[in-house]
């Protein structure tokens, strides 16, 4: 979350600092500037000849009479420019012109390729303005290095360092910006090869369009950069985040033996460069690729290079995500987030949902033991409402993994047409409660809720579960709570309250995890309006604690408000405030 409340408003990235000065260009600049890191050198008689050994070229300019000099912004905004490629300082002539004669300027500003700094071996750049001057300076050094076809090859197929290379339909007339790339990747080595006299080796690598900046890792496998800008910090930015990571492009060589028929699970993103939900989710997936901890690979396919190969797996959306496991494809159609791409992942490789065909149905819904319920998603694969829910689905069996009479699953209607039919499933999704105590698959309880969340689902569910909170009334709550030297936990809650319906199973747990403790009770407001205003309620669901009376004295009805809906925290404010010397069962 960004935080912001009005509009406009401004804020320096990467701190997440907002800006209140004035909102002035002068000002504006002057602000940012002072948050740049680079700096140039002022250069003296004492520190030149230490400086001068940087290893670097120098853009120096002197200031002094009879010529203009760069202003200290101007420096700054240079020094930032060409960081890492040429070293900027100042000399102040007026100062210290012993130093000026040694150089042999007095005014101006100067370009030295060389290390050494003498009259004759300085370029004199006549603009004031950083952005000509950087251009200038970049014009003097060196380009990216051409590879050549043979070269080329070796590095596709076999190498032991990453490159980055630039394709380019012409050599000639690049952006000098790219000339930073080599100093910014300095632990990589860039190259650059022009695809019109190379088209063969282009096309065999898919490179088709132009300019293309494609990396080969070390560690194997290549990937392309789809960022929107082509400049050096950017592609430089791209180099350092994708280097280590796994994530590979495929292309057609790769289906389906590779990826399809492989032992090892393949997570494969079909998905096209100008689609902007697939370049929202490309960085999600490329951080769950990094993330990953299981055995998975994870491979992108571009289907606007390779697009036979996309209509060949009945690609028709983008992005469409994929999980191959043992040549059984799970199509992905939850939020485009990392967590929801590794839950995903593990949801896949060990499923928390039970599947069910024809036979295992019968076995284990029409004749389970009377203890247990069963919890059965009907669904089809095109449905896209059944796409929605099937993540929590998943979330809610997850949720009563440690319920053992409690098991979730589901069928897939298209494919067990006949047993659909066989239960009156008619629409999708449907799901149903087969109940304890039952037999067969005629009794059940259908959902009819709104919300298909998870938490929702669980609340549902815990209204079949055998329950230890005491439902508590009007009549009961006196002689029960107040009355008793027993210590309870109280939720006064409303039917009509989503929070309540939410927190329900939490408090379920509360009650497990204080038994022998405590006893947990229940209120509903709705059915004891008079109880819950002499108790203070004014806020569903709220919770009370009531110690236990004391000396046969009636406790207070509003009992000690416990400001939090978390287990954890419930119990253990519970336990730190329960009379040491009670017990339940010195009354029960």
């Known amino acids: 979350m960004q935080n912001i409340h009005s509009y406009p408003s401004l804020v320096f990235y990467p701190a997440k600092e907002k800006y209140h000065g004035q909102r002035t260009s002068e000002n504006l600049v002057k602000e940012a500037l002072s948050r740049v890191k680079a700096d140039y050198h002022r250069l003296t008689s004492r520190n030149f000849d230490q400086l001068l050994d940087s290893g670097l070229p120098w853009l120096i300019t002197f200031c002094g009479d009879g010529g ?23 000399i102040d002539c007026d100062s210290d012109n012993e130093l000026c004669t040694k150089v042999g300027q007095h005014h101006g500003t100067f370009f030295y390729k060389e290390k050494t700094l003498e ?121 350092h985040d994708s280097a280590e990571t796994p994530l590979q492009n495929l292309g057609p060589d790769d289906f389906p033996e590779r990826v399809i028929n492989s032992k090892a699970p393949w997570f494969v993103d079909f998905f096209a460069p100008w689609c902007p939900p697939c370049m929202r989710l490309l ?76 036979h295992s149905f019968f076995h284990n819904v029409g004749n389970r033991p009377p203890g247990e319920i069963w919890l059965v998603d009907y669904f089809a694969p095109w449905c896209g409402p ?10 809610l069996a997850k949720k009563f993994l440690d319920k053992e009479i409690v098991h979730v699953a589901s069928v897939d209607c298209e494919a067990h047409r006949e047993l659909c039919r066989s239960q009156s499933v008619n629409s999708y999704p449907t799901m149903r409660l087969y109940p304890a105590g039952a037999s067969g698959s005629s009794h059940y309880y259908a959902y009819n809720g709104w919300n298909r969340d998870a938490s929702s689902l669980q609340a549902w569910v815990y209204n079949y579960l055998p329950s230890k909170v005491v439902a508590l009334t009007s009549s009961t709550f006196t002689q029960t709570v107040l ?61 009370r604690f009531y110690v236990g009376a004391q ?29 040491k010397t009670k017990k339940i069962t010195d009354e029960l």
């Open 68 to 90: 203009d000099c760069l202003q200290k912004k101007s420096l700054i905004k240079l020094a930032a420019m060409l960081v890492d490629l040429v070293s900027v300082g100042k």
């Open 119 to 239: 009259r004759d071996n300085g370029m004199e750049i006549s603009s004031l303005y950083p952005k000509d001057i950087a251009r200038s300076v970049l014009q003097q050094l060196p380009d990216v290095e051409i590879i050549s076809e043979d070269f080329l090859k070796e590095i596709a197929n076999k190498r032991n360092q990453t490159w980055l290379i630039h394709f380019v339909d012409k050599v000639d007339n690049q952006d000098l910006e790219l000339r930073k790339l080599p100093a910014l990747l300095k632990k990589y080595k860039v190259g650059r090869v022009d695809c019109a006299n190379k088209r063969s080796v282009c096309n065999k690598l898919y490179v088709s369009k132009f300019p293309t900046f494609m990396l080969f890792k070390a560690k194997g496998g290549t990937e392309v950069y789809y960022g929107g800008r082509v400049t050096a910090h950017d592609v430089a930015a791209f180099v």
């Open 283 to 358: 960085p999600e997936f490329k951080k769950a690729s990094r993330l990953d901890r299981s055995n998975v690979n994870f491979g992108t396919v571009d289907c606007t290079v390779h697009n036979g190969l996309c209509n060949t797996y009945n690609i028709r959306s983008y992005p469409t995500t994929i999980l191959y496991n043992q040549s059984i494809p799970h199509q992905y159609h939850g939020q485009h987030t990392v967590k929801n791409l590794l839950e995903f992942i593990e949801d896949t490789m060990k499923p928390p949902v039970i599947i069910l065909d024809q």
């Open 386 to 395: 059944c796409q929605q829910l099937a993540p929590e689905w998943r979330r």
């Open 483 to 543: 009355e008793s030297q027993v210590p309870w936990v109280i939720d006064f809650y409303a039917p009509w309250c989503g929070h309540c319906q939410v927190f329900k199973p939490q408090f379920e747990r509360v009650a497990e995890r204080l038994e022998g403790v405590a006893q947990a009770g229940k209120v509903d407001c709705d059915e004891a309006p008079g109880l819950c205003a002499q108790a203070g309620i004014t806020a569903y669901p709220s919770v």
């Open 551 to 579: 000396s046969n004295k009636r406790q207070n009805a509003h009992g000690w408000s416990i400001e939090s809906q978390s287990v954890d925290y419930i119990v253990q404010y519970v336990k730190e405030n329960v009379p």
